[in-house]
C-alpha cells in the first residue's frame, strides 16, 4: 500500500471511529499520548485521548440511530514521508466539525498525535430529518 493508500485509510478509521463510537477504533488510530485541542470559548481546552475516549464510549452512535455517514478529507499537507496535517469536515448528529489531524507514521502505522477541532456549526435536526 502506498502512503497516500494508508494516510487515507487511518483516515477513514478515524471517521468510522466516531460514526460508530467504537472506541477500539479510536484507539488504533490515536496515539496513546495524543491530545485533543479546542479553542471555540476563548479558552483552551485539552482533552487527553484516555478522557476523549470515554466520552465517545458514552455516546449514542450516529450510525445506531441510522444516521448516514457524512465525513470528507478537506486537504492533506505533508510535512514528510512520515507526519501530515489531514483537514477533515465530519457531521456527528446536528454538529458539524473541522478537524485538523496531525498523523505521525511509526512502527504500526499512522496515528493521529494531536487533534485541533472546532464546532463549524449546528444543524436544524428538522432539516436534516426531511433530506432523509
Same mark, same amino acid.
Given at each position: 500500500?502506498?502512503?497516500?493508500?494508508?494516510?487515507?485509510? %487511518?483516515?477513514?478509521?478515524?471517521?468510522? %471511529?466516531?460514526?460508530?463510537?467504537?472506541?477500539?477504533? $479510536?484507539?488504533?488510530?490515536? #496515539?496513546? *499520548? =495524543?491530545?485533543?485541542?479546542? %479553542?471555540?470559548?476563548? *479558552?483552551?481546552? &485539552?482533552?487527553?485521548?484516555?478522557?476523549?475516549?470515554?466520552? /465517545?464510549?458514552? !455516546? +449514542? =452512535?450516529?450510525?445506531?440511530?441510522? $444516521?448516514?455517514?457524512?465525513?470528507?478529507?478537506?486537504?492533506?499537507?505533508?510535512? @514528510?514521508?512520515? @507526519?501530515? &496535517? /489531514?483537514? /477533515? !469536515?465530519? !457531521?456527528?448528529?446536528?454538529?458539524?466539525?473541522?478537524?485538523?489531524?496531525?498523523?505521525?507514521?511509526?512502527?504500526?502505522?499512522?496515528?493521529? +498525535?494531536?487533534?485541533?477541532?472546532?464546532? *463549524?456549526? /449546528?444543524?436544524? #435536526?428538522? &432539516?436534516?430529518?426531511?433530506?432523509?
Amino acid at each position: 500500500m502506498d502512503t497516500l493508500n494508508e494516510l487515507t485509510s %487511518a483516515v477513514q478509521t478515524y471517521f468510522d %471511529a466516531l460514526y460508530e463510537c467504537d472506541i477500539d477504533k $479510536l484507539a488504533l488510530v490515536f #496515539h496513546p *499520548e =495524543s491530545s485533543l485541542f479546542d %479553542a471555540d470559548t476563548g *479558552e483552551v481546552f &485539552v482533552e487527553p485521548i484516555a478522557s476523549y475516549k470515554n466520552d /465517545v464510549s458514552t !455516546r +449514542v =452512535s450516529a450510525k445506531s440511530v441510522g $444516521l448516514p455517514l457524512e465525513a470528507a478529507i478537506l486537504l492533506i499537507d505533508y510535512l @514528510s514521508p512520515i @507526519s501530515a &496535517v /489531514v483537514k /477533515v !469536515r465530519i !457531521r456527528i448528529h446536528d454538529n458539524v466539525f473541522l478537524d485538523h489531524l496531525s498523523f505521525v507514521k511509526g512502527t504500526i502505522g499512522w496515528q493521529i +498525535v494531536s487533534k485541533i477541532w472546532h464546532l *463549524e456549526k /449546528v444543524m436544524d #435536526h428538522q &432539516v436534516y430529518e426531511a433530506q432523509l
